[in-house]
């Protein structure tokens, strides 16, 4: 069975080419959404993940409609994989039920595998470079040295309540008891 999946983002947007486009594919079943491709949780994509069986295939009018990273895309078409379901991009002509869509699915997961290692290097190195130049990472401290002794010697005196104690020196509870577990290491 062909299930066709098809997504607007904004309420100006008209799903119709998209399910048109659909139905002269051979679709039985059209889900649609009308919601970002950059929020995860997305109910018409989910009711496709229900949906799907074995020997299926998931069509979609163009690569976007399903993801907006390639990684993402990546993992689903391997989670399809995985579960002998196909996938079709009918706009990029990408068919996983032939050996040359499966081809061309592969490079791009290669090509984006080596964009993530690049990603990875570049950012390695930019921090050994940094900490040669004496510059430390992270987020500044909310507070000074003399203030956040202050505020682990408030806690430590049991006479404040935690949020007392966080209303008087500005900060939220987790910093207060990142302050106290520094303080005791």
């Known amino acids: 069975m062909k299930i066709g999946y098809a997504r607007i983002s904004t309420l100006e947007q008209n799903l119709d080419l998209q399910v ?7 679709c039985e079943k059209i889900i649609t959404d009308e919601v970002s491709g950059s929020v995860a949780d997305r109910p018409g994509l989910s009711k496709v993940k229900e ?15 399903l993801g907006r990273t390639l990684r993402h895309l990546i993992e689903w078409v391997n989670e ?3 579960q002998g379901i196909s996938f079709k991009s ?11 869509g499966k081809l061309i699915f592969h490079i791009f997961g290669a090509l984006s595998e080596f964009e993530r290692n690049l990603i990875r290097e570049r950012t390695r190195a930019g921090i050994e470079a940094a900490r040669s130049r004496g510059r430390q990472g992270g987020r500044p401290k909310k507070l000074k040295k003399d203030k956040r002794q202050l505020a682990v010697d408030l806690y430590k005196g049991k ?10 020196t500005g900060i939220s509870k987790p910093t207060l008891y990142k302050y106290v577990r520094e303080s005791e290491s």
Do not use: F, Y
């Open 20 to 26: 048109d486009a659909l139905k002269k594919e051979g």
């Open 159 to 168: 006479k404040h309540s935690i949020s007392q104690i966080c209303e008087m």
């Open 51 to 65: 949906l799907l069986r074995k020997g299926d295939t998931l069509v979609v009018w163009r690569l976007d409609r």
């Open 80 to 82: 399809l994989d995985e």
């Open 90 to 100: 009918l706009q990029e002509t990408i068919d996983t039920t032939s050996s040359s």
